[in-house]
Nanobody, 123 residues
Framework: VQLQASGGGLVRTGDSLRLSCAAS????????MGWFRQAPGKERQFVAS????????YYADSVKGRFTISRDNAKNTVYLQMNSLKPEDTAVYSC?????????????????WGQGTLVTVSS
């Protein structure tokens, strides 16, 4: 089972990026999915989560209104559209699959974790 995040890069304040998380080895269409990030020297933190159907989403306050999580179960892929990026968004972003079907901000609910992709936002 593998979750591979991609789409990171170096951007300027106010720019947008779209991250993708492609799953292989099994389908996650019945699992909630989440994005987390870890900035240098800081603990990993929750960013966004989406239910199995995509009908329910949940965001950290710091990204609400700027980021949008979505999924395409036919492609076994989850996305994170990031708009109005700020320097404080700089981090390694990772996707994860939850043990349950619904949204969750709690890391212990996630049982599969992918390699991250680095997002750097310059001021």
């Amino acid at each position: 089972v593998q979750l591979q995040a991609s789409g990171g890069g170096l951007v300027r304040t106010g720019d947008s990026l779209r991250l993708s998380c492609a799953a292989s080895g099994r389908t996650f269409s019945n699992n909630g999915m989440g994005w987390f990030r870890q900035a240098p020297g800081k603990e990993r933190q929750f960013v966004a989560s989406i239910s199995w159907s995509g009908g329910d989403t949940y965001y950290a306050d710091s990204v609400k209104g700027r980021f949008t999580i979505s999924r395409d179960n036919a492609k076994n892929t989850v996305y994170l559209q990031m708009n109005s990026l700020k320097p404080e968004d700089t981090a390694v972003y990772s996707c994860a699959a939850s043990r349950g079907a619904y949204t969750s901000a709690r890391q212990f609910n996630y049982i599969y974790w992918g390699q991250g992709t680095l997002v750097t936002v310059s001021s």
